[in-house]
């Protein structure tokens, strides 16, 4: 994240006349390609830059409800299967989600 905050610093910089250096020197000082700057300083013109991830703070769109959680779990101590049929059962699930549920709840 640093590199970007750089990158846009310098842009500002090379804007408000302060630097000499080129956009290509700027790429290069900073590890992106020069097209990504000159992307950048279009943002920094328009005012649309954003130094953080949009998605930061948000919750992923495929997290297990709580409801879902204890469903699993207590089919789960239902159940006398291994964890690999108990998977092919329930089958809305990947194995390794469900698997480090049950190991998280200690019954593995």
Do not use: Q, W
């Not at 640093?2 to 302060?18: E, G, M, P, T, W």
């Not at 992307?39 to 919750?59: A, S």
């Amino acid at each position: 994240m640093s590199k970007k905050r750089d990158a846009v610093k310098l842009i500002l910089d090379k804007l408000n006349k302060k630097t000499f250096l080129t956009y290509k020197e700027i790429a290069e000082l900073t590890g992106y390609h020069p097209k990504y700057i000159l992307k950048l300083k279009k943002e920094v013109l328009e005012g649309t830059i954003r130094l953080e991830h949009g998605n930061k703070n948000r919750t992923p769109s495929n997290v297990m409800s709580d409801e879902e959680k204890e469903k699993i779990i207590s089919l789960y101590k239902k159940s006398n299967v291994s964890i690999r049929k108990f998977c092919k059962f329930y089958n809305k699930r990947s194995y390794s989600c469900i698997y480090n549920l049950l190991k998280e709840n200690n019954l593995l």
